[in-house]
């Protein structure tokens, strides 16, 4: 039986959801502006007048992307689904029960295997100019670019247990979580119900996760991370292995950037952050393993219990 927001038009369901997210957005900088003085000692206002982040300043970031990131994707993505969801079965978010533990193990593995060709992908779309009339878009991009590398270069400059900490949550977990609960979780199972191919849902949800991270110089790796994930989803029927790969991604991702310096992430003429060839080869051959051993495990599980 359906819920009423399942009986909604997916238009509908789509703009209650942004509407949402908004509404809670704004609840949390609201929140912000009485929580970071109590907590940090720092108005929010402090955030954005540096043209480098201080060590001071580290707890009022980790707390407002903390914040945020619960505010415009966990919880307005919780209450959707419980309207959405309430009293269904198949609920990704739920759904453990059938998902081999194999498969989450190699989950790691496929998301390591795609990064060289997504590092290789951001070189080439940091490299595509946008035409002279628009050349301050353009140059608005980059700086916004740049404010996020080092705002994630403070974040990994801070040392001890306390900051490895705030990172992994503020960096790794909260964004996988959120994201994944939004666009897996919501956005991709609306659009299945909507358009005739879950092909083609799976494509639309990975260029809208792309599009709503407003950073257009990493556009293609990003959708291609979003179409991994969804085809992860969709095939697995549950959330939990695409925020596990989500993670992965954003873990190896932010300790690569570390390691080969944010300098050359932010140069668009520079070929440093594009793999070899024999790197993308070899990840893709990995992530062709991964993927095989995933299905043949989950088939075996299938098998074991009489579904096929």
């Not at 050359?264 to 990840?283: H, I, R």
């Amino acid at each position: 039986m359906n819920t009423p927001l399942r009986e909604q038009h997916p238009v509908v369901q789509l703009f209650l959801l942004m509407g949402l997210c908004l509404g809670l957005a704004l609840l949390g900088t609201a929140s912000l502006y009485y929580l970071a003085p109590a907590v940090t000692g720092f108005s929010l206002d402090a955030i954005g007048l540096q043209s480098s982040i201080p060590k001071a300043l580290l707890p009022l970031y980790w707390l407002s992307q903390g914040i945020m990131q619960l505010f415009i994707f966990v919880v307005p993505a919780l209450i959707f689904l419980y309207y959405y969801d309430f009293n269904q079965d198949g609920n990704p978010l739920t759904k453990l029960r059938g998902v081999p533990l194999a498969v989450y193990g190699f989950t790691p593995l496929l998301a390591a295997g795609l990064l060289p060709l997504a590092y290789s992908l951001h070189a080439w779309n940091q490299s595509l100019h946008l035409p002279p009339a628009l050349a301050e878009w353009e140059d608005a991009w980059r700086a916004s670019e740049q404010q996020t590398e080092q705002i994630i270069q403070a974040f990994l400059s801070a040392s001890g247990a306390q900051a490895l900490m705030l990172n992994v949550v503020v960096l790794v977990l909260l964004p996988a979580l959120g994201e994944e609960l939004i666009f897996r979780g919501i956005v991709q199972r609306i659009f299945m119900r909507w358009v005739a191919s879950p092909h083609a849902a799976i494509w639309i949800c990975g260029a809208l996760f792309s599009a709503i991270h407003m950073q257009w110089l990493g556009f293609f790796p990003r959708w291609l991370l979003g179409v991994e994930l969804g085809y992860l989803a969709w095939f697995t029927g549950s959330l939990w292995p695409a925020v596990l790969s989500h993670a992965t991604h954003n873990a190896l991702s932010i300790g690569m950037a570390q390691a080969t310096g944010f300098s050359e992430q932010s140069n668009a003429d520079s070929d440093a952050m594009g793999m070899p060839g024999v790197w993308v080869v070899g990840g893709l051959a990995l992530a062709a393993a991964a993927g095989y051993l995933m299905i043949k495990s989950k088939q075996r599980v299938c098998v074991n219990n009489f579904i096929i």
